[in-house]
Every structure is written in C-alpha cells, then in structure tokens.
C-alpha cells in the first residue's frame, strides 16, 4: 500500500504568556488508504495532530517537520490557496460536537451545499439534490425536511450524521474524525461510529480516528498510535493490543472495567517523567 | 429543558404569543413608567405647577381658572390618570412659546431630528461595522490599535466642542460645508413641506439645488453626531466579531476548504450580524435623544432645540410634551430592534 | 527570570503561594492585577490621567496663581505666553487657572454620582437576585423601566423642574444611570447565591442582610467598579453637556462645559478660550475609559467582550 499521508518528526509549540508549550513533539507515522486510530488522555496532542495536518493550528502555534507530505504536496510549504483545495476535497475533518461546529444561523442543507459547491462547478439545484442524496446516504430520514432546519433544531446524533455529511461530499481521500462520537448519547455512539466507518470501507478512504477510548479505536482501526504528552509512545496493530508494552498503554487497557472479569479497585494511571524523553 | 417545554404544553399556548405578551408589557410599563416620571416632574416638583404653565405675571383670576383646569384640586393618582388621559388623546397642552399645541409643534420640530439621527446612525453603520470587523480580522495589528483608539476618541469627545470647533475649520476656514441652519435662508420656502424631511422633499419637488444645500448643510453635523454612533458600533462589532472567529464553526468553515472572505462574511459575520441588530436599535434610539446638543450648536431645528429653547422660556408643556414623545420613540426603537433580533437569529424563533 | 534573584521580603510576602491570613491574600490579589495591569500601556495611560487629575484637584490651590473666579479685565483674551500658560478668557480670567479649579468640578461630579448610583444598584440588584420570585420580578421591571428611559432628555426635563445647578444635573444623571448596575449585580448573585460557601454561611445562622452585606455585596464589587469607570466617560460628558446648555453648574464657576458655552462666541478669533476646556473634558473622559478597559482585563476578564 503507497502512503497518501507521510508525517515525520512533527511539532507543534505554542507561544503563552508563560512560555512555550510543546504540544506535539516528533510525532511520524504514515498513512495509506487504511484507519489509523490516534489515542490519548486529555492535552497527549492527538486533536493538534490532526489539527496540523490541516494547517489549521491556532495563531500563536509553531508547526515544524521533517517532513509532511500529501500526496506528493509538501503541507508545509505549498502557498495558502493550495492549502484550500485540499482541504475539504482532498483531507476533511468531523469535530466533536455538531452543537459547536455547525453554524447556527445557517440551515443545515445550505452548509452542506456550500461544502460541495467550494469544489466542484455545479448549479445550485445540482448541489441541492447532491446534498439531499448524501442525508439520505447517512441515514436521515427526512431529508427535505432536515434540509431547511437550523442546527438547534436537530439532535446531536443527527447534528454528527449532517457533520459526516457535509464532510464527505467532496468525496475526501482523507477524513480525521476528531472524536466524532464523544458528545453524543452512548446508544447513538455506535451508530454514528458504525456508519462512518461503512462510509470510510464503500469510498476507500483514509481515516483517523482520535479518540481517548482505547478499546473503541481498536475495534474499529487497523493502527493505533497510543499518544502521551504530545509524543507516540507506542504503535500497535489492532489485533494484539494484549500484547501492548508500554506502561502506559497497559495502564490504559487496565483502567478499564471488564464486565466479565470485575475488579474491586481500578488502577490509577501511573506517569513517569522519563517517558517524555 | 423538559420541565420548561412540559410547563408551556399546560398553557397550550405557542411560545411567540409569550414572547409578544411578554414585550408588549415591558412596552406599556416602560411607557407608564415614562409618564409617571414626567407627570412628577411637571405637576408634582415645582413648588407651584401652575406658576410654572403660566408664568408669575398672571392674575389671580387665570390662575384659579388654570388651577381647577388641571385639576390640582383632585387627589393625584386622579390627576395622574386624567394626565395619562390626556397624553394617550394627543393632547400634550399648549405651548406658551409658540401659542400652539405641543403636539403640532413637535410634528413641525421632529423630522428634522429624525434626518439628522438617521444620517448618523447609517454613517455608523455603513463605516463602523467595516472598521469593527477589519480591526477583529486583523486583532493586535496596526489596524486593530487603530480602530480601538479611534473607537476611545468617538467615545471620549464632547460632541458639542467637536461641533464648534468642526464649524469653524469646514465651515468658517475651508468652507467645504454649509453653515449652521437645515438650508440656507433664501432657499426657504421653496419646497413645500410633505414628509418634513428636506432631503425626500426637495427630491420629490425636484428642486436639486435645494436637495444639495440641504445635503451640504447636513453633513457636518451628521458625521459629528455620527461619530459617537461609529466609534459604538465599531467597538462592538469588533468585539463579537472576535468572540465569533474563535467558534468551532469557523474552524469547521476552514475544514471545509472555505476562503476566508467566506469564513468572515458568510459564516462569522452573520452571526454577528444577528447581535448588532440590537446595538444599532440602541444606537438609533440614543442619537435621537443625544441630538440635543449637536442641534445647539448647528442651529438645528430639530426637537432638542425646541426642548431647550422651551426650557429657557419656561415653557413646561413644551419640555415634557417633547420628552415623552423622544422617549415613548427611544422606548419603541428598543422594542422593536428586540423583536427583530428574535425573528432574525433562528434559535430565538423556534 | 531576574524577579527570583531580587525576591526581597515584601514581594516574597506577595507572591508566597500559602497567605497566611485574609488580608495577605487580598493583597497577593491586587498585586497579581497590579502586576497584569503594568504590563497594559492603555491602561497606564488612562491610570496616569485620572491619577493627575485627581492631584490637580488636590493640591489645585498650590499650583494656581489664583482662584480663577476674579476678573482682570486689561488682561483679557491673551494668547498662551510663559505666564498665561493656556491664555485668559473673556474677563481675562487665567484659563490654566480655571481648568486646574475645574478639575475639582469634575471629580465632585464624578464622586457624587458614585455615591448615588452604586449603593442604589447593588441593594436593588442584591435584593432582588438573592430574594427571587415575585420580588425579583417587581424589581427587574423597575430597572428594565429606567433602562429604557432616555437619559440625556429626562436629565433635561429634571433640571427644568428643578432648576439649573451642579447638584440637579448630578441627580438627573444619577437617576438615569443606576439601573445597569442593579442588572450587573443580580447577575453576579445569581451565580453565586447557590455556591457552597453561601450555603454555608446560611448553615451557621449568618442573617440574609449579613451574606448580603458581607458575601455577596464584595463580590459584586469587581463588576461594578469596571462597569462604573467604563460610564464614567458618559457621565463626565452629559455632565459637561448640561453645563454646556447652561443647565448645569452655572458661571463663573469654572465647570469645563459651561466654559466652553460662554468662550464660544471667541471660537474665531481667541480659538484657545473654548478649546482648551474642551480639551480637558476629551482627555479626562478618555482617561476614565483606557482605565475601565484595562481594569476590565484585570479584574473582570469573563466580560472581556462589550
């Protein structure tokens, strides 16, 4: 498989008040046309990976790499308005919470409209029939009626559906789904979930999936990189996360409760100092 | 959430007859609260309420006569309602300056308060916005300090001063502009009175010369009450605008591969957009009373000269009936940039 | 950075991470704003204005050379000179002179509609937030009534009741202007009046007057000395504009409007006689506002936006 994505020795520093944060630090990993799962507590740098991948960062953050290539474009140096030709087209990104990342003056329909019409020349009538193809691809009801609504006025499982949509209609090769499922209702987190990866499998896209729950990543990733403190501190295949050997990661694993196996006292994560090294 | 829906589902009522009940209310509370200070103001501090209508040179016999007319003799809240009676019939007294009554004074009077504030408002609008959403795009650059101070200065300078001193450079030195005065005198009488607004009169008259004399004469005192209206607007649009840019659908906007003009003006500005409707109805509403002192100074025929020229003459009727007409439009501009600020942001509506 | 190699007793004190007592604590916070508020040059800015200000009118009778009120007719309408530093006016009355006394003026304006608006709108605003029901919704309407109410009009038709005068127009703007106040303290206890320490203070039997006085009304105060220096500007203004319209202190009190109306028929020729107080009504009432905008930053960053 030829990479689409390749990361190497990726950066990311903030300029605070306090002095330099390092957010990411040295992260590499390649991608192809496969689901890589990135995992991590709060703050380990996951969401400013992908954010990067973007150039998407915040003003006062320092991006740096070797080397970040996408498909033959170096990311780093390509002039802002390539930068927006990939973006949306070519890498697309779902947020957490469709409560935030949709607008809410807008109507649903009209964003997802906008997201086709930035890249493809099509008419408005086009593109309204392409985005009413897509709801219903994501399994919305009522399209023509969901199409006119405001984003207030739908749930958060629908407000996430409307989000995978307008994210895919450009037909991306790459989709980053920042924990897509997070701020949603545990009974719809799988459906949600389940539909994305559907959509990822039938269009032969890349996915990566950020998440802070190991399990869930590893069921639906063929990689995961287990993050800590803005660096990759082991890379697993999703069969054999039994075998993981990082501390870190087992004491991922293991501050989880099994329902077959109950513990009386789950164990604390520990964090040792060194691995920052 | 659910309580709230289930309490409305009692009343069986749809929430926007709540929401227009609820304004309407404020309205008429707000509008009694208006008149109440105002009958205490003209019935109830002077020492003598009807020295002060008819001035201390009446006789004996006027002043029983206007004494019992305006019912001192009655318990207050009698003469309250009689008062609110009045007011709610038009009928605001006679002025004593003019010899005719207040109302059709203020007919005469106000259209040109109205141009004025007008103009400045949309000089506010049409200039302020840009520089407010410029200042946000480009927050902590030149430009940002640029438009924060200016918006300080427009805050900070006495309009009255600013006046004067705008007279004397582009009127007196430079003579750019016209004078004090709507237009100047031997244009008087050319175009007939319809609208009270020179600027549609002349234009419907097709007198063009007038229309430009009246434009010349307009623009100073415009672009300096303006100026406040400007450095408001400015500051606020600037302020929501940056609460705005750092929403997560901004960023969503930029995922999307979206230029970012359209993550500006499509996206962030429209948001704000929904939040300025109120500040300019509010901006509106204070230009209409914040004229006083800029008709002072240009001569301006408007209402706030008529208040303070009636002030001076102890014309009582004249000052009150001119504040509650101000204030009943200051009251009803905030009213109604309310409501459409509930019809234009979607989650207000529902 | 060079600060931990020059900590000295006090500063350590300041900046010890354990105060010892209330009162160190307090102090550690103002040090901490003081220290952001150092760093703000608008902020300086304004603080340096309201600062000399205040001095002018402190030590206004040191730094004269007279009290501004007496004419000397042969000196009148002279240009700035070494000895007339902003010129004299139409009764060759010193304008330095004037404007120095005037500052006095300003601040007593300034003060006196402190006194009135502030109390006025915390008890409303405390009462009616701590109290809620029907006695929050008697009072909001109150304050959502004089909210609504044009200020500068209203301020016009009380003088002409009551009659031209410094203290009248202080009144009239005082009554206009103590509603949002009530609103900015109800808004504080309302997210307050449910935290844990009021329950407990309840809990040892404290009196509602005493949380109030002693709990709630501190809290507030941050909200609403920033909201107040932010207002200053426009009280200072619709001060000087009543005096300006003769409604308000009446000459030969040297109140910066009222010097502005009567200097205005030398606008042409003795330009400085209505400018200079103008100047002094522009720079004091931008003083206020670069200070309230950089107290705002320090003490009240939540509301960092309007």
């Not at chain 2, 001063?161 to 244009?187: K, Q, S």
């Not at chain 3, 604590?25 to 003081?34: E, I, K, N, P, S």
């Not at chain 3, 103590?178 to 039997?205: D, N």
Request: net charge negative.
């Amino acid at each position: 498989m030829s990479a689409l994505l390749t990361v190497e020795d990726l950066s990311v520093t903030f300029q605070t008040p306090r002095g330099p944060v390092h957010a990411v630090r040295g992260v590499s990993f390649e991608l192809g046309r496969e689901r890589l799962g990135i995992v991590g507590e709060s703050g380990s740098g996951k969401s400013q990976t992908g954010r990067a991948l973007l150039r998407l960062s915040a003003n006062n953050a320092k991006v740096s790499a070797k080397r970040m290539e996408f498909d033959g474009a170096d990311l780093l140096a390509i002039s802002e308005r390539q930068m927006r030709d990939i973006r949306g087209a070519r890498i697309s990104m779902i947020m957490q919470d469709p409560r935030y990342s949709l607008n809410p003056v807008i109507t649903v329909g009209e964003q997802i409209t906008e997201a086709y019409l930035i890249h493809a020349s099509a008419s408005r009538v086009e593109a309204r029939d392409h985005a009413l193809e897509m709801l219903r691809t994501v399994q919305i009801r009522e399209p023509e009626k969901v199409f006119d609504l405001y984003p207030h006025q739908v749930s958060g499982g629908m407000g996430q559906r409307v989000m995978i949509a307008m994210m895919l209609i450009p037909e991306p090769d790459i989709i980053i789904a920042d924990e897509p499922t997070s701020a949603l209702d545990v009974t719809v987190q799988l459906q949600v979930l389940a539909l994305l990866d559907d959509m990822v499998r039938e269009r032969g896209m890349g996915l990566i999936l950020i998440s802070h729950d190991l399990n869930l990543v590893a069921s639906f990733c063929d990689r995961v990189l287990v993050m800590y403190g803005g660096r990759v501190v082991e890379v697993l295949e999703a069969g054999q996360l039994a075998s993981a050997r990082h501390p870190y990661t087992r004491g991922l694993l293991n501050c989880l409760p099994e329902l077959d196996r109950p513990q009386d006292v789950l164990p604390v994560l520990d964090r040792d100092p060194a691995w920052l090294d | 959430m659910t309580t709230t829906a289930a309490r409305r589902d009692t009343f069986a009522l749809p929430r926007w007859i709540w929401t227009i009940g609820n304004t309407v209310l404020t309205l008429v509370l707000t509008f009694v609260g208006l008149t109440a200070v105002t009958f205490a103001i003209g019935r109830v501090m002077p020492a003598d309420p009807v020295l002060a209508i008819i001035g201390d040179r009446a006789s004996n016999e006027v002043y029983e006569r206007v004494y019992l007319e305006m019912g001192l003799d009655r318990p207050i809240y009698e003469q309250y309602f009689r008062y609110l009676g009045e007011l709610l019939s038009g009928d605001l007294g006679m002025s004593i300056m003019t010899a005719r009554p207040v109302l059709t004074d203020i007919a005469i009077f106000f259209p040109a308060t109205l141009e004025l504030a007008t103009i400045a408002t949309l000089i506010g609008v049409f200039i302020g916005i840009p520089m407010g959403v410029l200042a946000a795009v480009n927050q902590g650059r030149w430009i940002d300090h640029v438009v924060r101070v200016f918006g300080l200065i427009g805050y900070s300078v006495p309009v009255f001063w600013l006046g004067m001193v705008g007279l004397l450079i582009f009127y007196g030195n430079l003579g750019w502009v016209g004078g004090p005065g709507r237009i100047e005198p031997y244009y008087d009488g050319i175009v007939d009175t319809v609208t009270g607004i020179i600027l549609i009169d002349a234009a419907m008259a097709d007198e063009w010369d007038v229309f430009w004399d009246a434009v010349s004469h307009l623009i100073l005192p415009s672009a300096i009450l303006g100026s406040f209206a400007l450095a408001y607007i400015a500051r606020m649009t600037r302020s929501f605008m940056l609460d705005q840019l750092s929403q997560e659908y901004v960023l969503t906007a930029r995922v999307k591969g979206a230029s970012e003009l359209a993550v500006i003006w499509k996206h962030a500005f429209r948001n704000v957009l929904v939040q300025l409707i109120t500040i300019i109805g509010l901006t509106y509403a204070s230009l209409l009373e914040g004229s006083v002192l800029t008709e002072t100074v240009f001569s301006w025929p408007g209402i706030g000269q008529y208040i303070t020229t009636s002030l001076f003459n102890a014309d009582m009727n004249a000052v009150l009936g001119g504040t509650i007409v101000v204030g009943a439009c200051f009251i009803g501009i905030n009213m109604l940039s309310d409501m459409l600020y509930k019809l234009v942001d979607p989650r207000a509506r529902a | 950075m060079s600060e931990t190699t020059g900590e000295t007793g006090m500063r350590a004190w300041l900046l010890s991470a354990s105060p010892q007592s209330v009162t160190q604590a307090r102090c550690q916070r103002a040090y901490l704003g003081w220290l952001a508020f150092r760093t703000n040059p608008i902020a300086m800015t304004g603080l340096i204005i309201v600062v000399v200000l205040v001095l002018a009118a402190i030590f206004a009778p040191l730094i004269t050379s007279g009290d501004g009120l007496t004419p000397a007719l042969e000196n009148r309408l002279q240009p700035a000179s070494a000895t007339n530093w902003f010129g004299t006016d139409q009764l060759g009355r010193d304008i330095y002179d004037r404007i120095v006394w005037g500052s006095r003026i300003t601040l007593y304006i300034v003060a006196l509609v402190s006194i009135i608006v502030v109390p006025i709108g915390l008890i409303i605003g405390t009462v009616a937030g701590y109290m809620g029901g029907w006695v929050d919704n008697v009072l909001m309407r109150l304050t959502d009534i004089f909210l609504a109410f044009p200020r500068l009009i209203l301020a016009l038709a009380l003088v002409a009741a009551l009659g031209p005068g410094l203290e009248n127009a202080v009144l009239a703007i005082a009554l206009t202007t103590w509603s949002p106040y009530a609103r900015i303290a109800r808004a504080e206890v309302l997210t307050i009046r449910k935290s844990e320490f009021i329950m407990a203070a309840e809990a040892q039997g404290a009196s509602t007057v005493r949380i109030l006085r002693k709990h709630v009304v501190p809290l507030c105060l941050a909200s609403v000395i920033v909201r107040l220096t932010l207002d200053m500007a426009g009280i200072i203004l619709t001060a000087a504009g009543l005096g300006f319209l003769g409604l308000g202190a009446q000459p030969p009190t040297p109140e910066w409007g009222a010097m502005i109306a009567t200097g205005r028929p030398f606008l042409l020729d003795q330009w400085w006689v209505p400018t200079v107080p103008g100047i002094a009504i522009f720079v004091v009432s931008l003083g206020f506002c670069l200070l309230g905008d950089g107290l705002r930053d320090v003490l009240d960053p939540k509301s960092a936006g309007p």
